[in-house]
């Protein structure tokens, strides 16, 4: 009798390699989406320092007056903050939440504040200290 020469693979190998593949994958899809939602929160951070720093030289330089916002918040916009456009070229809007930055401002104190608003209506301070957990 003669021997068949083998073409392909069998029915388990193939379900072996799947389930390899399943295993791989069910370890890397999660670490991906971590490292993706980390770099929107590493890019609102710097955002944030970066609008921080160009209304703070507005104010230093008297371009920008910032009014006391009352403990509440306000939308980072040319119409809340006028001059702004001249200290930086565009204003971002946050990479997580896909919304626009917001700030408060403590006359007395001299203290700016930059957040953003999740989905559920709850505020992140993403400057001056930022949230641990953001």
Known sequence: ??????????????????AIIAVLAGIAV???LNSINKSK???DIANAKALAGAITQGVAEGQITLADTQNAWKIVNTTNISNLNKYISS???????DVEFEYKYDAA??????????NQDNYHILYPNPEANY
Request: aromatic share 4%; no cysteine; hydrophobic share 40%.
């Open 109 to 118: 104190n001299g203290i700016l504040t930059i957040g953003v608003k999740d």
């Open 41 to 43: 929160s590493t890019a």
């Open 1 to 18: 009798m003669e021997k068949r020469k083998k073409k392909g693979f069998t029915l388990i190998e193939m379900v072996v390699v799947l």
């Open 30 to 32: 999660p670490q991906a």
């Open 91 to 97: 204003i971002p809007k946050s990479k997580k939440y």
